[in-house]
């Protein structure tokens, strides 16, 4: 993780010192959804099982978040975000079986972004962020299940591109390291709004 993090802090400080003088970082509120794939894995190591769960699905949720201007080129902000996603697996060992739902996550982080361009934005992130994982399936012929919490860190880096005078388009690629073993992938498209 900490290679993914320094790669991004790398791009954000080459793009600032890049920046053309007439691009521009807006600030104030913005809204987005989004939308994309999620790859959930699990290795089992710490268990005592030489395996890993790895599954994918699609991502989808709601942002906000707020931008303040640190000159003409670049802003501090602040992201919260919900998203569910449709990754889930089940798994069968002779007679047991075992369901592995990945529900709601929740984030909550900091966001450093620079512009490249008169309508295009680089930006990296980080914060904190907690799964719901679900559990259900039978075991020696008795019904198990219940859910949990796992907190965990994000970090990604993204583009937004601009349309117009309040609208976005944006990419983003994030990867989360949550506890037992957990991480996920995501790679999201979004579409936003300014106020």
């Known amino acids: 993780m900490k290679k993914i993090i320094l790669a991004a802090a790398s791009v954000a400080a080459i793009a600032a010192f890049a920046a053309p003088a007439s691009a521009q970082v807006r600030s104030g509120a913005r809204i987005?959804?989004?939308a994309?794939?999620?790859?959930?894995?699990?290795?089992?190591?710490?268990?005592g099982v030489d395996a890993s769960i790895d599954e994918s699905g699609i991502v989808f949720g709601i942002g906000a978040g707020y931008d303040f201007a640190m000159g003409e080129n670049s802003s501090f902000g602040i992201d919260i975000?919900?998203?569910?996603?449709?990754?889930?697996?089940?798994?069968?060992?002779?007679?047991?079986?075992?369901g592995i739902n990945y529900g709601r996550d929740l984030y909550a982080g900091l966001r450093f972004t620079t512009a490249v361009g008169e309508n295009t934005n680089i930006y990296v992130k980080a914060g904190y962020t907690n799964l719901r994982?679900?559990?259900n399936g039978e075991v020696d012929d008795d019904e198990v299940g219940g859910s949990a919490n796992a907190n965990g860190v994000?970090?990604?880096v993204g583009a937004q591109f601009g349309l117009g005078e309040s609208?976005?388009?944006g990419a983003e690629y994030r990867y989360s390291n949550y506890e037992a073993g957990l991480t996920r992938h995501q790679a999201?498209?979004?579409?936003?709004?300014?106020?």
Not at 41 to 46: K, N, V
């Open 32 to 34: 987005e959804a989004m």
């Open 36 to 47: 994309g794939w999620d790859n959930v894995s699990i290795g089992l190591e710490d268990y």
């Open 81 to 98: 975000e919900a998203s569910e996603s449709t990754a889930e697996g089940d798994y069968e060992d002779g007679g047991d079986t075992a």
């Open 133 to 135: 994982v679900s559990v």
């Open 154 to 156: 994000r970090a990604g």
């Open 167 to 169: 609208a976005y388009i």
């Open 188 to 195: 999201v498209a979004t579409l936003g709004f300014r106020f």
